[in-house]
Structure formats: C-alpha cells, structure tokens
C-alpha cells in the first residue's frame, strides 16, 4: 500500500509549487507596494551596500518563483530564492536569530522554511512534471 505514494515527481511538483507559490505572494506584495523596495534599500544602504541592490528581492520574490512553478532551470530559482532569503535574514531577522516563540518554536520558521524549501529545490531540480524538466 505504501507503495502507491511512493512519486518523486509528484513530491517535486508539490514543493515547487508550494515554496515558490508562496514566495511569488511576497514579491506581487512588494510590487503593489513599492514602498517595501525603499525599506530594503535604506536598509542596505545603513549596512554600506548599494540600495539599489534592493531590486534583487524582484529576482528572488517574482522571476525566481515564476520560473521554479513552471520547472524552468527550477535549480537556478531554487538558488535565487535561498539568497533571497539569506539576505531578509540578515537584514530584518538576525536579531531573532536565536529565538523562540511562546509555543516553543523557532522565531524564524517561516523563513527557515522559505529557505530550506527553495535549498531543496536546488538539490532536487524541477522532476518530470515540469516545463522543461532538469
């Protein structure tokens, strides 16, 4: 019986659209509010790096995911989006790096999740099920 979920396709499909579906959600957010690209690029800048890098999220939040739910190049997006993440991380989330929420779980299992999924997905590729599979 077990034997009928075993689908390596069918979970690869599964976590690319759920990490980079989810993640698409944050980037379409920042474009609707371009307030959010100026928040990142004074953050930068207050951390001695260009804030035009800020527009980078718009790789990490909107291309990356666009082309990880089709399964184009889903390594690459994978990567994009864990940078991606790398970077929030460092600029917004370092403080509760090491914290924990009143229920006992980690202050940062969203981005933790973010993260890990797009790492998966770097190490998984995009499966059969995919636009153009890698």
Known sequence: MLHALHNDALGKLILRLSVAGLMLLHGVAKLLNPGSLTWIGDTLA????????????LLGEVVAPLMALIGW??????????????????LAHMHQLTEFTSSGGWALELQGLYLF??????????????WRPD
């Open 73 to 90: 190049q889903t390594r690459i997006a994978g990567l994009l989006m864990a940078a991606n993440m790398v970077v929030a991380i460092f």
């Open 46 to 57: 207050g951390q001695g790096l260009p804030s035009f890098l800020a527009y980078g999220v």
């Open 117 to 130: 999924g797009a790492v998966a997905l770097v190490f998984l590729g995009s499966g059969r099920m995919a």
